[in-house]
Every structure is written in C-alpha cells, then in structure tokens.
C-alpha cells in the first residue's frame, strides 16, 4: 500500500508505516502541495496521511474514490466531508489524545495573557514606551476563585478545566450535550445550559469540534451575554465564533478580553484589529505545537492506517 503524506511531519509515525512495509511519499518542503499537485500525488496513492490544512471536500473524495482509508495528523477533522466520505466508503480516522495537553496549556496560557494585557504590554517594550512606574495603567485581573466555563468539555476541555480548578481553585462550569461523569466528580464540575455558561462564567473557553451545530456558536447574542468582565478563549476552530462580533464586542466593552489560538479565517490578517487591542492575546494555531504532541501525533495518525491495513480494528475511527 503506498502513503501519501503531504505535509512535513514528524518522522516517529513515518517509520512505523516503513517498517510495516508499507510505501510512504512525504511532502517534505515548508509550503504545503498546492490543490493540483495534492490531485495528482492523491491519485498515485492508496492512502493518506493527512493534516488539516488541505481541504478534502467532496470533489477531492470524488476524484480520489480509490482511496482505502485517510487518517488525519490532527483531533479535528472539520476539513473533510465526513458524509461524503461514508457515502463513498472512504475509512476517516483522527489522532485524538497525541496532542491533548498541549492544547489544554495553550488555553490556559491565552488567559493568563489575557488576563494581565502579556501580549500588549511586551509591545509596549519594543515601541520603547516603558518609562516609569505607573500604579494605575494597564491593570490586568486576578484568577483566583473565579468561574469558568467550558464550551465542549471533552478531553482537552477536562485537560483546561483541571488546570483552573488545580492553580486558582475555579468553579467549573461546562455546556455539553452529554454529561461528563469524570469531570463531575473529579472537579464538581457543573453541567449548565449555554445560557447559563454565558451569563455566569467570568472566562470561557471554546473546546468544541467545528460543526454546523458549533459554528458561529459565540456570536453577538453570546457576547452580549457574557459578563462585561469575562475572557473569552477559543483554541477550538476560529469558525466557532464570529469574528466581526467578537471586536464589535471588545470595542464596546460587552467583554473585558479575549485570547484566540484559533482564527477565521487562518492565517490571520496583520492588521486584524485584534492584534492591536490590549486586552487580546491571540497565537497562530499552535495548541499542537510541541515536539511531543507532533511526534505522538504523527504515531497515533500512523496506528490507524497500519490497523486498517492489518484488517484490525481503526483505533480512531471517525464515524
Ligand atoms: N488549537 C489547536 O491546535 C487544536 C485544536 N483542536 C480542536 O479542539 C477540538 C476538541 O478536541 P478534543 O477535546 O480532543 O475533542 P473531544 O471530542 O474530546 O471534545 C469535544 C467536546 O465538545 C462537545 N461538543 C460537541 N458538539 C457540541 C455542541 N453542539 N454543544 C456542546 N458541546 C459540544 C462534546 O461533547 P458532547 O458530544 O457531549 O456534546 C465533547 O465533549 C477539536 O475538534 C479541534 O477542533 C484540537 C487539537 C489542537
Ligand atoms: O489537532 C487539531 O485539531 C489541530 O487543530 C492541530 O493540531
């Protein structure tokens, strides 16, 4: 069976598939394939490899019915056509879990920044504005015994609430569709409507899969919700909340701050008026971003082809 994997990836899920005995093509320039050249590698391969950066839209998996399985370098896989996909008997898989506590630190890491204006005031550095001690300018906000809400608590979401409840002793809150047993008892975290979630977390973080149920998910209505205090994190996808209500919001004072790993669309414009806000900090999606997580990403996207190709059970199987 020959792989396609067209970003480059870590090598620790690559040599799993060689030693298999399986055939692997890795893209291995910084610049991802272009859509013509993904067309034409896909169609000389019987798998793929692949990360969510590429669009695998229902002409792709037309195009590329003989595929036998793709296995996404990634936990979310909003870039695929799942429902195409089943209908042409194309095999997703994910890599859930390779990269979860990344994620969950990055979270924490934008309300902490965001929090205390990081991101504004190391600027304020570089454009050599730090003259002198000033008591009352940029005053950040404290965590200790706050409230948060989480939006989606699933592994990385239980992965950020423990870190809240754990460092500054926070009340969790969380908005699921199913309940959370593990979350319950191990955090007394509390399931609440999204309503609640809004009107009574003072940060909020977005850990949701993108889905036409999640999209757009935090919009004016949400914001106006939210106390005039609150964070607003998102780690998720950037489509989850609506960008141009989220500035309107933070102009008009509707939140105090926001913290995005996530944005809509991606790569972020340098003049996003974000970016010049004080009380926003926003990263380039790197919640994976870790030597650990990429490698144990890259292996755990690898299992799911070597399963397939064994005839064993997928052991990340999208359904
Ligand atoms: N920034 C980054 O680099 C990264 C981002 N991600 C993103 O994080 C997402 C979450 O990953 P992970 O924690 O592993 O996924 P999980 O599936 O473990 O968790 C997702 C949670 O979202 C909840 N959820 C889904 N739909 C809804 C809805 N309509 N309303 C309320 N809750 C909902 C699910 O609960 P229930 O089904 O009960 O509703 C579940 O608890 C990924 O899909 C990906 O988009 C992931 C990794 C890195
Ligand atoms: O795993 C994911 O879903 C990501 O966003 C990137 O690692």
Partial sequence: MKILVPLNIPDTGIDLLK?????????????????????KAAAQHDALLSTSNYELDAEFLNANKHLKIISQYAAGYDNIDIVAAKRLGIPIANAPNSMTDATADIAFALVLAVSRKMFYMHKTIAKDEWRHFRPQAHLGIELKNKTVGVFGLGRIGLEFARRCKGAYGMKVLYCN?????????????????FNDLLEQSDIISAHCALTPDTKHKFDAGAFKKMKSSA??????????????DLIAALEQGEIWGAGLDVTDPEPMKADNPLLSMEQVAVT????????????????????????????????????
Avoid: C
């Fill in 284 to 319: 380039p999606h790197i919640g994976s971003a870790t030597l650990e997580a990429r490698r144990q990403m890259s292996v755990f996207a690898a299992r799911n082809i070597i399963a397939f190709y064994k005839g064993e059970p997928i052991p990340y199987p999208v359904s």
């Fill in 19 to 39: 030693k298999e005995g399986l055939k692997v093509t890795k893209w291995t320039k910084d610049l991802p394939m272009t859509k013509e050249d993904l067309y």
């Fill in 231 to 244: 964070i607003f994190v998102n780690t998720a996808r950037g489509q989850v909340h609506n960008e141009a």
């Fill in 177 to 193: 569709r199913s309940t959370n047993k593990e979350a319950e008892e191990e955090l007394q975290a509390q399931k609440v409507s």
